[in-house]
Nanobody
Framework: QVQLVESGGGLVQPGGSLRLSCEVA????????MGWYRQAPGKQRDLVAD???????NYADSVKDRFTISRDNAKNTVYLQMNNLKPEDTAVYYC??????????????WGQGTQVTVSS
């Protein structure tokens, strides 16, 4: 069974940094795009950043020049380095991966979410 296991959330002061990680666990054949979304209370879930297998990245305007997405294909892991964090970055962050496994055709999988709180 495929699972996305997230780690790295927490409480940080404005201007601080956090690094989120998300590992795809289980038997898989291939992973295409990996990404991060976030959802603040009372708001919809929005894309933060995504990255193709070849390394092409895409960012929400609100996080450009502050966040960096990367991946390690050998470890089936995607990272989100978040710098200069602001209170408005507070949200639950979800990783997602489009992948192919023995049990399902190409499908989108989601992590359980990790809380990021930016507050003094």
């Amino acid at each position: 069974q495929v699972q996305l296991v997230e780690s790295g959330g927490g409480l940080v002061q404005p201007g601080g940094s956090l690094r989120l990680s998300c590992e795809v666990a289980g038997t898989i054949f291939n992973i295409a795009t990996m990404g991060w979304y976030r959802q603040a209370p009372g708001k919809q879930r929005d894309l933060v950043a995504d990255i193709t297998r070849g390394g092409r990245t895409n960012y929400a305007d609100s996080v450009k020049d502050r966040f960096t997405i990367s991946r390690d294909n050998a470890k089936n892991t995607v990272y989100l380095q978040m710098n200069n964090l602001k209170p408005e970055d507070t949200a639950v962050y979800y990783c997602t991966s489009r992948l192919l496994s023995p049990s399902r055709p190409w499908s989108d999988y989601w992590g359980q979410g990790t809380q990021v709180t930016v507050s003094s």
